[in-house]
């Protein structure tokens, strides 16, 4: 049985994190992924990007509608490596705290946590403001794994596209999914690296 990896694209800028994420992942036979597109997410991809929705979906094993509760990755017995919401707005983040399941992107991350699995919110917002930091400690405290996608510079990145290659390859590698997409840091050297070594 393949693994499973639970996708969600929430309508936060940067839903190309979540679409690089699924480019990544179908080059993999051995991870199904676990597609949910909140209906905010498709009007993000078509201001943000060329792609399509539709396309988008095709990078997927399983597409989800957002309001299908009833869906397989609604349900903890539903075996996952766990999930990541590749944007995540600040709306995802404060249901996920509260454990406020309205939709299915919400309600497969509340269950992933109270399975033990991991969940990866790759929040977008700033400035953050104390109620939003109050958010993220919730979330925090209930189990969830805060990474805004915040650049590293070590490995001397060229291109935006370097830049997205280099948290995708992060939140890849902090659910256990090991890949050549980001820099790994080896301790300070004389010779400076670049993004494609």
């Given at each position: 049985?393949?693994?499973?990896?639970?996708?969600g694209?929430?309508?936060?800028?940067?839903v190309?994190?979540?679409?690089?994420?699924?480019?990544?992942l179908?080059?993999?036979?051995?991870?199904?992924?676990?597609?949910?597109?909140?209906?905010?997410?498709?009007?993000?991809i078509?201001?943000?990007?060329?792609?399509?929705?539709?396309?988008?979906?095709?990078?997927?094993?399983?597409?989800?509608?957002?309001g299908?509760?009833?869906?397989?990755?609604?349900?903890?017995?539903?075996?996952?490596?766990?999930?990541?919401?590749?944007?995540?707005?600040?709306?995802?983040?404060?249901?996920?705290a509260?454990?406020?399941?309205?939709d299915?992107?919400?309600?497969?991350?509340?269950?992933?946590?109270k399975?033990?699995?991991p969940?990866?919110?790759?929040?977008r917002?700033t400035?953050?403001?104390?109620?939003?930091?109050?958010?993220?400690?919730?979330?925090?405290?209930?189990?969830?794994?805060i990474?805004?996608?915040?650049?590293a510079?070590?490995?001397?990145?060229?291109?935006?596209?370097?830049?997205?290659?280099s948290?995708?390859?992060?939140?890849?590698?902090?659910?256990?999914?090991?890949?050549?997409?980001?820099?790994?840091?080896?301790?300070?050297?004389?010779?400076?690296?670049?993004?494609?070594?």
């Amino acid at each position: 049985m393949p693994k499973r990896l639970i996708i969600g694209i929430s309508g936060a800028s940067g839903v190309i994190y979540g679409i690089r994420m699924l480019e990544a992942l179908a080059q993999d036979k051995a991870i199904e992924t676990h597609l949910v597109l909140s209906p905010a997410a498709k009007s993000t991809i078509a201001q943000e990007t060329d792609w399509k929705v539709s396309d988008v979906e095709k990078l997927a094993s399983v597409v989800h509608k957002p309001g299908d509760v009833g869906a397989s990755i609604a349900s903890g017995s539903f075996e996952t490596m766990g999930m990541i919401i590749a944007p995540c707005s600040i709306k995802s983040l404060s249901a996920i705290a509260n454990s406020y399941d309205a939709d299915l992107m919400t309600r497969a991350a509340d269950v992933q946590l109270k399975e033990g699995r991991p969940v990866l919110l790759l929040l977008r917002e700033t400035p953050l403001h104390i109620g939003h930091l109050r958010l993220m400690v919730q979330a925090a405290e209930n189990g969830a794994v805060i990474m805004p996608p915040a650049p590293a510079f070590y490995g001397r990145p060229k291109t935006v596209d370097d830049i997205i290659n280099s948290t995708v390859g992060r939140a890849l590698a902090r659910i256990g999914i090991q890949n050549t997409l980001y820099f790994e840091w080896l301790g300070m050297s004389k010779e400076r690296p670049t993004a494609d070594e």
